[in-house]
């Protein structure tokens, strides 16, 4: 069944469905169970037109999520949750998942930024503003294959560099991804960087960062009230770079795409 044969949903809101984590096919299995209350997992097949050898592996991982229920029984019969304590409990998971994120985040780099700790050769804390530009200039020129950027503002330098480097990266069929802040998705920067990138667009309170194929970053931390950030630390420390990145992916995928 096309997503037309389910009750319309336009394309913003499959974009935000995909963001909390559901797969068409749970979109679709939820759908059903919303409009027919109660069926079978071969009735919900049907309906959908999920295929069997995937609707029980997607009904359970409904009820994991806290969206459906099961009513035991020959055959079992699956129900679906109210939308408000569907969204409740993808909320609570979602929380889970983030404050564990953040815990290892802060565990990760405090001691780094506080100064405790043995310090490792290839940790360097950057404390000129001119200093950290010029590494992240550094870092987004040696890049070979991916940049993976998060960035609350851009020089005038810095954007020549990255609109440069994206452009060779584009050629070799790279992966740029730029993450802006929401006062930059406007302005003619934004636009000129999406002819070369993946741009997406949130918030950015902590500063940001910039990775090279995993293996160099730039972390740029922001105090707060400030609008720019004075402190960085570079490494090519590979456990550092892959922590970066996979907190890097975690705010892509709950970014907004930019709209030209």
């Known amino acids: 069944m096309s997503r037309r044969g389910l009750t319309p949903l336009d394309e913003r809101v499959w974009e935000s469905l995909k963001r909390l984590g559901l797969s068409e096919y749970e979109v679709k299995a939820y759908m059903v169970l919303v ?3 109660s069926a079978t997992a071969r009735e919900i097949s049907n309906a959908s037109e999920i295929p069997v050898s995937k609707i029980y592996e997607t009904l359970r991982s409904l009820e994991h999520k806290g969206l ?4 035991r029984g020959r055959p079992m019969r699956y129900l679906p949750e109210h939308p408000q304590s569907a969204a409740e409990a993808l909320k609570a998971a979602f929380e889970g998942m983030l404050n564990e994120d953040l815990k290892l985040f802060v565990s990760t780099f405090a001691p780094i930024y506080e100064g405790e700790g043995p310090e490792r050769p290839d940790i360097w ?12 200039k550094e870092v ?14 851009i020089p005038p330098e810095i954007n020549q560099m990255l609109l440069s480097a994206a ?28 002819s070369v990138a993946e741009v997406r667009v949130r918030e950015i309170t902590f500063g940001g960062g910039v990775i090279n194929d995993s293996s160099e970053v730039v ?13 960085a630390i ?12 996979l907190y890097f992916d975690m705010l892509w995928e ?4 930019l709209k030209l």
Request: charged share 20%.
């Open 140 to 153: 987004i020129g040696r890049a070979n294959m991916q940049l993976s950027i998060a960035i609350p503002v």
């Open 68 to 71: 459906i229920r099961v009513e």
């Open 35 to 37: 409009n027919l209350k």
């Open 125 to 136: 804390i950057i404390r000129s503003e001119a200093s950290l530009w010029r590494s992240v």
């Open 219 to 231: 972390l740029l931390l922001l105090s707060p009230g400030e609008n720019s950030p004075k402190m």
């Open 234 to 245: 570079y490494s090519t420390y590979t456990a550092l770079s892959g922590i970066a990145q």
């Open 167 to 194: 452009s060779i990266l584009k050629e070799k069929r790279g992966l740029v991804r730029i993450i802006i802040s929401p006062q930059l998705s406007n302005k003619a920067t934004a636009k000129l960087l999406s």
């Open 254 to 257: 709950h970014s907004e795409r």
